[in-house]
């Protein structure tokens, strides 16, 4: 596990999300009204676009490309009959900081 620092803690409010950079990876977060701060992957399952072009009604994310919805409690697809769902990263608030594990890190190659 290797979380990382997204953003301050009060960047994102309830019924509200927010698309946020790490490195080279994108990190949704999403507060649905009456649950609790979610994170995932910021490209969406259907065709890995970018969520940029997305919507939030505060319970359900939709990406504007091609107008499919997920429910943000548990990232599933709403709108279409299928497996496809946002992928989730473990998320932590420490002190003042919103937290993601957005997966091993890599070792550098080593120069031969
Ligand atoms: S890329 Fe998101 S709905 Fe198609």
Not at 20 to 34: D, E, N, Y
Not at 76 to 87: D, E, F, G, I
């Amino acid at each position: 596990m290797a979380f990382t620092s997204i953003c301050s803690a009060d960047a994102v409010g309830e019924g509200s999300m927010g698309l946020f950079q790490a490195g080279k990876k994108s990190v949704l977060l999403v507060w649905p009204a009456g649950g609790e701060l979610k994170a995932y992957r910021g490209r969406c399952p259907h065709a890995d676009m970018p969520l940029t072009e997305s919507s939030f009604d505060g319970r359900k994310v939709t990406c504007l490309h091609h107008n499919w919805g997920f429910e943000c409690d548990t990232g599933k697809c709403v709108t279409h009959a299928v497996r496809n769902a946002l992928h989730p990263y473990p998320l932590r608030i420490d002190g003042e900081e919103i937290q993601v594990d957005l997966g091993p890190v890599r070792e550098p190659r080593a120069k031969s």
